[in-house]
């Protein structure tokens, strides 16, 4: 079983992607965000490789315009050696990719216009990773699509549309229920109909389900049908409900004690899961190290180095507790470590605790600053008590410092990122 995330990586330095307006488009300006965009994604694949992670959804914002006449270069050949290198570095390290279409890709929508568009962004998508030289398992996944007042046609008009498909799209393609319009049992008939793999989306079944008396296990398992050893291991996306917002909304993390009852359940270990969360790149880590029971200590003492100065602005007493329990270097409490770091960032942070954490990182500069630096940000920290400035201003601060002095430590830090 591999477990990851999508798209975008938090804290990572080098790993921002780049984009342009369409009355920004130059061919200049593509080559450059196309360059920019490729060394980022090299730099969250090293990332992963690093930490462990073997599943990773590719932005469909790679390449800007990649399926717009707007864009006219032939990217894959420009920048062949680019996606080759990346590419060897995921198939040398057993990392299974994916891309994800967004909204507007719509393969059953009664205009035609949107239909060609939705082919060319399928084409477009699969270039991507023809280009990457990686095999039939690594998927994009897409919706069914809108109802149109009349589902039965919509349905056909799938059907019909997804025949029109070059082979090269169709070797990839999988499909997913959603919160609206399609459940998991309307997306088996129609994978089952037309020999598509089926992703299971467990809180996309929660909001839009087929039916309450059948688990998730049934359902993981049904989908389990459709994927054929040519599609890799079966894949599904993962997600928690955000309780402050709206159905459908993703958390900002991933609560370890939930996920783990969800993985215990699942009983098997062929099957790949997405997790789809705010935080990206750390739940991920955070999930991985939670099922490698057999991890050593340090594992979360690195994890520690990272969370400690954001959980001391939100909360010191976990901060003290957290403190604790690492001091037993022979045990491995990472459900209790996680339980506490989740915890600590639900409270309510106090002004006092932030001027506290950011004097703590205020710290390593206060004998090298000069005192232009020193004068601003003890300014910043009066005016924050004031309310005049946000501690983000602070916080900016002391980032810029870390870079200034190469503060390897605090740079690994999330304190800055959440």
Known sequence: MSIGY?????????????????????????????SYNLKSIENIIDYNI???????????????????????????????????AIGKKIRENNIRVSMHPGQYTVLNSPSEEVVSRA???????????DSLGVEGEHKIILHIGGVYNDKEQAVNRFVDNYKQLDDAVKQRLVIENDDKSYNINDVLKIGTKLNIPVVFDNLHNEINCYDKEKSDLYLINECKKTWKEKDGNQKMHYSQQDPLKKAGSHSNTIRISKFLDFYESIERQDIDIMLEVKDKNLSAV???????????IIKLEEEWGRYKYK???????????????????????????YNCVEDAMETETKVGNSINAALH??????????????????????????????INSIKNKLFKM????????????YYFFL
């Open 119 to 129: 082919i060319e962004d399928l084409n477009y998508h699969t270039k991507v990773l």
């Open 402 to 413: 870390a870079v200034k002095y190469n503060e390897q430590y605090l740079l690994d830090s």
């Open 311 to 337: 959980v001391l602005e939100d909360s010191p007493s976990h901060y003290l507790e957290i403190r604790n329990l690492l001091k037993n270097k022979n045990k491995y409490p990472v459900v209790q470590f």
């Open 6 to 34: 999508a798209c975008l990586t938090i804290g990572v330095p080098g790993t921002n992607l780049k984009s342009c307006t369409a009355k920004n488009v130059t061919e200049e300006k593509l080559l450059e965000i196309i």
């Open 361 to 390: 990182i205020w710290g390593y500069f206060k004998n090298v600053a000069d005192n232009k630096e020193k004068n601003s940000f003890l300014k910043s920290i009066e005016d924050h008590k004031q309310g005049k400035v946000s």
């Open 50 to 84: 690093q930490n462990n992670i073997k599943l990773f959804r590719i932005t469909s914002d790679l390449i800007p315009f990649g399926s717009s006449p707007l864009n006219k270069l032939s990217w894959w050949e420009i920048f062949s050696q680019e996606f080759l």
């Open 286 to 296: 955070k999930c991985i190290n939670s099922v490698n029971k057999n991890n050593k």
